[in-house]
């Protein structure tokens, strides 16, 4: 069994930065990849950046150059950093865990920016 729990969201103006914090806790062994996805109302759930297995990081082309993932593998933590923020950033932010076998899923953490 596994855990995750998201921090870090709120209120922020156009341009401004956030950096959401994902907690790791329980049976982890063999993580195939460890990131973060977004749900906007009414919109399907997307991929914004990720680790893969192979030590390869995945960003979704709206959020490169603004948004950077990072792990403190100590901590059993992973960390998004997100500058320039734009209103279309607005959603739930989720923490996701691929076990191989099975995915894990944070309760989420609500990031919204004003124009």
């Known amino acids: 069994q596994v855990q995750l729990v998201e921090s870090g969201g709120g209120l922020v103006q156009a341009g401004g930065s956030l950096r959401l914090s994902c907690a790791a806790s329980g049976s982890i062994f063999s993580i195939n990849a460890m990131g973060w996805y977004r749900q906007a109302p009414g919109k399907q759930r997307e991929l914004v950046a990720a680790f893969t297995s192979g030590g390869i990081i995945k960003y979704a082309d709206s959020v490169k150059g603004r948004f950077t993932i990072f792990r403190d593998n100590a901590k059993n933590t992973v960390y998004l950093q997100m500058n320039s923020l734009k209103p279309e950033d607005t959603a739930v932010y989720f923490c996701?865990?691929?076990?191989?076998?099975?995915?894990?899923w944070g309760q989420g953490t609500q990031v919204t920016v004003s124009s």
């Open positions: 996701n865990l691929d076990n191989w076998a099975v995915d894990y």
